[in-house]
């Protein structure tokens, strides 16, 4: 399996400002995801960032929003722009190996 | 739309008996599954996943039981143990080789609680 590893791994900020999520996996994938989990929610698709090209976003998701870069095969950057208090939640990486694995999260508080 | 669903928000089972979860999808178009055991603070675990093609895949404890015509699967551990408490989600994802592929929808997730 897959080794991720993402920071922060927690962090508090005031609305308005942005924070940039890194997430580092041990090895080189081509899919890699980034996904949202809301407080008492389930988990959400924001976005697939493939190396090589744009990132794809679902429906309800912009890039102005959330935009991500993915230099290479093994990392991968998720900002968050512009933050309200909505925005509270924790960010996860997540990448397709042989299975989808998970990273440990990053938990957002929007002040 | 809530196009996977686990219906049941928590389970209490005592430890060394059977732990079934459940899981109903409504998307024809979902052609893998995966079931994902969370803590408080971390990151979903990985835990066994079964194709479309598959009605039944082992590991350990954990078994998965896919029933496609009627859109539902299941996960059953046996026995159940103290530490196995925790959030269980079930996730499905579109065919390979598909725009779905490898994007996860989730179910809302159950609180899986074993009594020692």
């Known amino acids: 399996s897959a080794v991720i590893s993402q920071k922060p791994s927690r962090d508090i900020c005031q609305r308005g400002t942005s924070l940039t999520i890194q997430c580092q996996v041990d090895s080189q994938v081509t899919m890699m995801f980034w996904y949202r989990q809301q407080p008492g929610q389930s988990l959400t698709l924001i976005a697939t960032a493939n190396q090589g090209s744009e990132a794809t976003y679902e429906s309800g998701f912009v890039i102005d929003k959330f935009p991500i870069s993915r230099p290479n095969l093994t990392f991968s950057t998720l900002t968050v722009s512009n933050m309200s208090p909505e925005d509270s939640s924790i960010y996860l990486c997540?990448?397709?190996?042989?299975?989808?694995?998970f990273g440990p999260g990053t938990r957002l508080t929007v002040t | 739309d809530q196009q996977v669903k686990q219906n049941s928000p928590s389970l209490s089972v005592q430890e060394g008996r059977i732990s079934i979860l459940n899981c109903d999808y409504t998307?024809?178009?979902?052609?893998?599954f995966l079931w994902y055991k969370k803590y408080p603070a971390e990151g979903p675990t990985f835990l066994i996943s079964i194709s479309s093609i598959k009605d039944k895949n082992e590991d350990g404890r954990f078994t998965v039981f896919l029933n496609k015509s009627a859109k539902h699967l299941s996960l059953h551990i046996v026995p159940s143990q103290p530490g196995d408490s925790a959030v269980y989600f079930c996730a499905a994802s579109g065919m390979a080789g598909g725009t779905s592929y490898g994007k996860l929808t989730f179910g809302q997730g159950t609180i899986l609680t074993v009594h020692p």
């Open positions: 998307n024809s178009m979902f052609d893998y």
């Open positions: 997540s990448v397709w190996g042989n299975e989808q694995y």
